[in-house]
């Protein structure tokens, strides 16, 4: 169907079109409309223009009010007037809103709109190593990142995910080796027995050869020399070592994909292309970097210097490429990646959610890229994020000093959902759909407390209130949803129907506003990369509903036309709950 403006963007045309008649110089002019506790809406524009133009804004919002048609077209303006020093309140009729709704109810994108210029955008997130555990680190860009992922494609990009995980380098010398001269070692079963999946197994197989060659390379120098030979075996190619190293990667891609189940994530195996996939470039980016000049040796490295990043003592602090034994790091590689994305996948866009201690890196490497002709300006942009903190305000640890385990912190996320999951069911539900109920709130609530907040800044990681019925978490919007859906199992016959002529109570005006708002929220959180914008809304959403319910009942409404109306809303509060959801990957579960 078409695509139904927000009675914002309807209004704010409307002033617009009233602005340019009354006052063709400032046609122009942006009349900046917002919602106000006023009115519906507040156009607070009249206070730059007449400044700009030297003259009166209340004489200017007065003509401006002038131009609009006395019978406005459709009657979505039902009043406006002037106020203070030249504010414009503006009320919107009650059937327009409702109106508006209908359209964006019987739209099953609820009235968000396709992007005007769709493009190709490879994103970049979640970026485990291989052969180690995944911890809380991973939890944002893994969760970011799906969540931008899923808002994108609701617009219409072209989204190609790319997890870059590290599964190249000098540890990986270590552990072939290792394997090597202890074949059965990823054989063992005696440390996967108690393992509640092949993901956890698979971890506990990978923990013990890691451990195991780790204490042997730190103490045995015959040892290390082997291991540190095998490095050049596995970057040419040698098919003993290949086959080793592959099944390292295979036996970490099993934990991943379980780490992964567990946090209700889809990721897929074709988007894992770690740093090994570009390892036949990297001589090749060496070569048109040095011979276009972007790069010099300096001490018998590839460095590209810049003229703003210094270190301590003033010195120049390069982007190392190639390092003086001939090795390379992962600017090689992030350029390599650059070149691909950009070349071969023809991307307009690349995003990387990667940590905000990384920007410095990421900032070198695209204005290198930049100067080599691999990258448009502006084509490529870092989502940092910030750090996840313990209650003491310090990057959260374990008791030893130690960094979370990611599947820790979701089984336990989900042992105090299903806490409350049991103090909300009744007693015909089972255990079974406690757990499955369970899982559902416990993720949601880790989901959207990372997701709720800026992500650049830091966040503490505190289960008690992402559990919490109250407050700002996703319980409560999944409670709310629930609720809703309690209503219309009470409902019997009745069917949510709209009825347009009917007078809005204040609670059912401002709940249906906040609900015609919802395309241009997810259009602005799309466009900006801010999920947090999403949250905001939906508990805003949450708050609104709630207070309609407290003050406009429902099944006990005046009359059956009201009853209709009301639960019209309901229905479209419950659609509008589990689509915005469902795009920052959290559930809605039926009953709590």
């Known amino acids: 169907m078409a695509t139904v403006p927000s009675l914002a963007a309807t209004v704010h045309q409307r002033v617009s079109d009233a602005l340019s008649a009354a006052l063709p110089e400032a046609a122009s002019a942006d009349p900046l409309l917002r919602r106000s506790d006023r009115a519906d809406f507040q156009a607070n524009g009249m206070l730059a223009l007449a400044k700009q133009?030297?003259?009166?804004?209340?004489?200017?919002?007065?003509?401006v009010t002038e131009a609009l048609p006395a019978h406005d077209e459709n009657a979505v303006i039902a009043n406006i007037e002037v106020s203070g020093p030249g504010f414009l309140n503006i009320s919107v009729a009650d059937?327009?809103?409702m109106e508006n709704l209908v359209a964006r109810q019987r739209d099953e994108r609820l009235g968000v709109p396709y992007k005007d210029d769709p493009g190709t955008t490879v994103i970049d997130y979640s970026q485990p190593n291989v052969a180690k555990e995944m911890h809380v680190g991973h939890l944002r860009s893994t969760v970011i990142g799906d969540a931008i992922v899923h808002l994108l494609e609701h617009r219409g990009e072209k989204v190609i995910r790319r997890h870059h995980i590290g599964d190249w380098g000098t540890n990986f010398g270590m552990l072939i080796q290792y394997l090597i001269e202890h074949p059965h070692e990823l054989d063992h079963e005696s440390d996967t027995a108690g393992a509640k999946d092949a993901g956890e197994a698979a971890m506990?197989?990978?923990?013990?050869?890691?451990?195991?060659?780790?204490?042997?390379?730190?103490?045995?120098e015959d040892f290390k020399s082997r291991a540190r030979d095998r490095v050049p075996a596995l970057q040419s190619g040698d098919p003993e070592t290949l086959a080793l190293w592959h099944k390292i990667v295979d036996e970490s891609k099993t934990y991943f994909q379980g780490v992964y189940d567990q946090l209700d994530v889809e990721i897929r195996d074709p988007d894992i292309v770690g740093e090994s996939a570009y390892n036949d470039d990297l001589q090749q980016v060496?070569?048109?970097?040095?011979?276009?000049?972007v790069a010099v040796r300096s001490e018998g490295a590839l460095c590209v210097f810049f003229e703003d990043v210094k270190g301590p003592d003033g010195t120049p602090t390069p982007l190392i490429v190639q390092k003086s034994n001939g090795g390379f790091g992962y600017a090689a590689t992030d350029l390599a990646a650059i070149r691909n994305r950009i070349g071969e996948l023809a991307a307009d866009t690349l995003l990387y959610v990667v940590d905000a201690r990384q920007s410095l890196h990421f900032r070198m490497v695209f204005e290198t890229a930049q100067r080599a002709g691999w990258l448009p300006e502006g084509a490529a942009r870092q989502l940092p994020f910030g750090t996840v903190l313990g209650k003491d305000g310090k990057p959260f640890k374990t008791r030893e000093g130690e960094t979370v385990r990611l599947v820790d912190l979701l089984d336990e996320a989900v042992e105090r959902a299903a806490a409350v999951v049991r103090e909300k069911a009744d007693e015909s539900v089972g255990e079974d759909e406690i757990r499955r109920r369970a899982q559902?709130?416990?993720?949601?609530?880790?989901?959207?407390?990372d997701l709720s907040n800026s992500m650049t800044r830091d966040y503490v990681f505190d289960l008690d209130r992402?559990?919490?019925?109250?407050?700002?978490?996703?319980?409560y919007l999944q409670y709310a949803y629930a609720r809703v859906n309690s209503i219309f199992r009470k409902a019997g016959e009745l069917e949510p129907v709209p009825h347009p002529d009917l007078e809005l109570a204040q609670a059912e005006r401002a709940l249906a506003l906040h609900l015609d708002a919802f395309g241009d929220t997810l259009v602005t959180a799309a466009d900006e990369y801010e999920p947090h914008k999403v949250t905001a809304y939906l508990y805003e959403l949450a708050t609104l509903y709630s207070r309609f319910f407290e003050n406009c009942p429902v099944l006990k409404a005046d009359t059956r036309e009201q009853t209709e109306n009301r639960l019209f809303l309901c229905d479209l509060t419950a659609k509008v709950l589990h689509q915005g959801l469902a795009l920052l990957g959290i559930r809605t579960p039926e009953r709590l």
């Open 466 to 475: 992402m559990v919490s019925l109250q407050g700002d978490t996703s319980v």
């Open 204 to 220: 506990a197989r990978l923990n013990r050869l890691y451990k195991s060659s780790r204490a042997l390379f730190d103490s045995d």
């Open 53 to 63: 133009l030297k003259g009166n804004p209340r004489e200017l919002a007065a003509k």
């Open 440 to 449: 559902q709130v416990g993720i949601g609530a880790v989901k959207y407390a």
């Open 95 to 97: 059937k327009a809103i």
């Open 286 to 293: 060496v070569k048109d970097l040095e011979e276009s000049g």
